[in-house]
């Protein structure tokens, strides 16, 4: 499955209901606020276990709109607009934390 | 891929319409369809034709226009829920006469149907993706 | 038409924003569709099938009671994470008790309302086909 997380987790619970739930095969691809949980900053914890084995994405876009591109947080994974269809055909079934 | 949407959310107050529009966009360039956009929530604002921005912003509702999604009797595939539709003032030409309304304000390339297009959408695609607030 | 298995998933309370009452606009008409359905309710979206919900003090529509209709559509699979009930120190009694009747167990009247740990929420949420999230 491919879990979409589009807030900030310094402001909504989105990314922590995601990762609660979240299987052994499924990715994050962080869109709009969520990549702020890509930066590297106090909650990087959360998603750190899970980047290193490859499985987080953020949307390159809103990362660059938000001045973010050189404090990303390690093993995050960068993709356009066309990566993000992509790991929609990819991974099945999306499931959006808004 | 067969590929439908679900908005949430209006323009300009929050990024989901953008964001789909941007996802909608390049699945359609790699080849993929668009089977239908279902704008539900505050997202059928999204379908406004009085939607006017500065000169200088993007027009959301144009940019979805402009997508040209449509079945293939020349339908418009940008759907918008009736219910969710009439309760925040947005109605089409026959909405509008039914209820006595004494204008409309839905956008020409969308269309104005009822909720199962969205549990349809769902059955007749191969993903269907969400962006809301 | 073929069937495909939809979870609707709700995690916000009732009356703060439209997305619960919209929510469960969709489901009713997506009985007509004769799909697998599943509802999950997670974070607040567990104060959606709180039982005594009384909106006589906003002047808005209470439309908890229509949850007890679901049964009626067959729709049955309500899901309800166990560490978000827990968290708001809410337990199950305080849910709605809301019940279907078994076709295949003689009517047998059988709640409704399951509450799962985050790790079988999990695992029925990799079960399905679409999701749809409110």
């Given amino acids: ?98 | 891929m067969k590929i439908s949407i679900q908005i949430n959310e209006g323009p300009y107050q929050h990024q989901a319409s953008d964001t789909a529009y941007q996802f909608a966009k390049a699945a359609i360039e790699k080849g993929h369809e668009i089977f239908r956009v279902f704008f539900y929530h505050d997202g059928v604002n999204n379908a406004s034709r009085f939607t006017v921005p500065p000169q200088d912003d993007r027009n959301v509702v144009n940019q979805w226009a402009d997508l040209d999604i449509k079945d293939a009797e020349g339908n418009p595939e940008l759907v918008v829920c009736v219910a969710a539709a009439l309760r925040r003032g947005m109605l089409d030409e026959s909405e509008a006469s039914k209820n006595g309304v004494d204008m409309n304000n839905i956008h020409p390339a969308f269309r104005i149907s009822g909720l199962g297009q969205l549990i349809e959408a769902g059955i007749q695609s191969d993903r269907l993706v969400v962006f809301g607030d | 038409m073929s069937t495909k298995k939809f979870m609707y998933l709700n995690r916000r309370s009732s009356f703060g924003t439209v997305y619960a009452l919209e929510s469960l606009e969709v489901v009713l008409i997506a009985a007509a569709f004769e799909q697998d359905v599943s509802l999950a309710f997670i974070d607040d979206g567990v104060y959606q099938i709180v039982e005594g919900q009384n909106t006589d003090g906003i002047g808005m529509k209470n439309f908890s009671k229509t949850y007890h209709a679901l049964g009626d559509y067959e729709i049955n699979k309500l899901y309800v994470s166990a560490e978000s009930l827990e968290e708001r120190g809410l337990t199950e009694e305080d849910l709605m008790p809301l019940v279907y009747e078994d076709e295949d167990d003689d009517w047998e009247e059988k709640p409704s309302v399951k509450i799962v740990s985050n790790a079988e929420l999990s695992k029925i949420m990799s079960e399905q086909d679409v999701c749809l999230s409110f």
């Fill in chain 1, 1 to 98: 499955m491919l879990h979409t997380v589009n807030k900030s987790s310094f402001e909504r619970n989105s990314l922590q209901s995601c990762l609660n739930t979240i299987d052994d095969t499924s990715v994050i691809l962080l869109i709009e606020d969520g990549v702020i949980s890509a930066a590297k900053n106090n909650n990087s914890s959360m998603i750190a276990d899970l980047a290193t084995q490859g499985r987080v994405y953020a949307l390159k876009g809103d990362v660059e709109a938000r001045g973010i591109s050189s404090k990303l947080a390690d093993n995050i994974k960068l993709v356009d607009y066309a990566g993000f269809v992509d790991l929609v055909v990819e991974h099945g079934t999306a499931v959006s934390w808004v």
